[in-house]
């Protein structure tokens, strides 16, 4: 299952295979991840939650995805990188599936578990799957077709915003189980093109047997900034949707919300944060990125109605899944290549940790007086420090010239 000979895809089919792979940040994050901001709503209601419960579901995710984040090199070296990829993708399914089919509290905390780990693994391996399918010295290509494999995420967003509005609508108080038993099947289908894409993939090239100090330590103020960055994010994904409800959007309103979050992050992901990334040093380029989700949250928290909604939407979705870009960027240009692996497995892991850790802090303060919106006004206090922190990174270029100019490795959601 792992790969094709290396160097037998022509770049129109370059692009082809990176868009098969896209069906795993698809399910990963699309359906698994973004969409319960979508059903959390009808979900609440019924079965009387608190925001601290509801924050807790999404918690139980987050700690599966720390775990998922963590191992992913390990089911990559057992399974192979392929089978991994598309083994995550089945397991996120089924987990979806059986999703719908329970309302107990338990089991809905250990399928977001098992769905948050499997769906690590599928990113993980994912962005190593895509950083590999261009074999040749052209950056912008290699650049190109990992952008194309990152849309997958904001596709997915898109595919949500109009399946489970759908369910809702035709199912009324039970259609949040309807909506994840059809992104399950969805999810089901979205593995045989993955498959396909995987096996495609030309082949690791071998690993050199030149070793040294891996420079993790000069990072550390990025680490600070992902674990910040991705408590503040992941919180208003969590929660907008319940606050937008709460000013009295109806479901079709929020759906709209979400598709275009979905499709500002498709776009801008494929067009824009790459240039823009490109030229900038140390930690400005992280910085850039908080700032912009921040007043991306913003109008939501000020301003009642569609408009506001629609310009939170178009900012913060052009901006949120630059934050894995950024930091790519940052560590592919500081550390040596023998030390990509483990930059991102433990980048992945602080990014898991913030996304954790936020929506339960942010769903306890949305119990307390002030609602949802106390709750929110955090995703923009960490997105504030998380900019500070991201300021205080300097850039030390510890990566020799020729192992510049190597294929692009992601850090990942």
């Known amino acids: 299952m792992e790969s094709l000979k290396a160097g037998t895809a022509r770049p129109r089919s370059e ?12 399910v990963a994050l699309g359906f698994t991840r973004f969409a319960y901001a979508l059903l959390l709503p009808s979900m609440r209601s019924e079965l009387d939650w608190t925001y601290a419960a509801a924050g807790g579901l999404n918690t139980a995710n987050a700690l599966g995805y720390i775990i998922g984040a963590g191992s992913a090199a390990w089911w990559s070296k057992r399974l192979g990188a392929g089978r991994s990829f598309v083994v995550g993708m089945l397991i996120s399914a089924l987990a979806l599936l059986g ?26 391996v994912g962005s190593a799957l895509a950083s590999r399918v261009h074999t040749g010295g052209r950056q912008q290509r290699s650049a190109a077709l990992v952008g194309v494999y990152m849309a997958g995420v904001g596709i997915g967003v898109v595919v949500s915003g109009i399946v489970v509005p759908s369910a809702l609508t035709a199912w009324g108080a039970s259609g949040w189980q309807a909506g994840w038993l059809l992104m399950g099947l969805l999810a089901l289908l979205a593995a045989g093109p ?15 047997g030149a070793q040294g100090r891996s420079g993790l330590g000069a990072m550390a103020p990025s680490f600070a900034w992902y674990v910040l960055f991705g408590a503040g994010y992941v919180s208003y994904m969590t929660f907008v949707i319940a606050l937008l409800r709460e000013q009295g959007m109806g479901t079709w309103s929020t759906a709209g919300f979400f598709i275009v979050l979905g499709a500002a992050s498709a776009l801008a992901t494929l067009l824009v944060w790459g240039r823009i990334i490109g030229r900038l040093r140390g930690g400005m380029a992280p910085a850039l990125v908080s700032a912009v989700v921040l007043v991306g949250v913003l109008p939501v928290l000020l301003f009642d109605g569609l408009g506001a909604a629609m310009v939170s939407a178009v900012v913060f979705g052009a901006g949120f899944m630059a934050g894995p870009t950024s930091i790519t960027v940052l560590a592919r240009r500081m550390l040596p290549q023998h030390a990509w692996t483990s930059a991102i497995a433990w980048l992945t892991v602080a990014f898991s940790v913030g996304q ?3 929506p339960l802090i942010s769903g306890i303060l949305s119990d307390s007086e002030g609602g949802i919106a106390k709750g929110l006004w955090l995703s ?8 500070l922190v991201a300021l205080v990174q300097r850039e030390h270029r510890t990566v020799p010239q020729q192992e510049a100019a190597a294929a692009p490795v992601t850090v990942t959601q």
């Open 15 to 26: 692009y082809v295979i990176a868009l098969g792979l896209a069906a795993g940040p698809v």
């Open 99 to 124: 999703s719908g089919l329970t309302s107990d509290f338990t089991a809905l905390s250990g399928l977001r578990f098992i769905g948050g780990l499997a769906t690590a693994v599928t990113f993980v």
């Open 194 to 208: 993955a498959a396909w894409a995987a096996k495609a993939v030309p082949p690791a090239p071998a690993v050199s």
């Open 356 to 358: 954790a850790v936020g």
């Open 380 to 387: 923009v206090i960490l997105l504030a420090v998380s900019a």
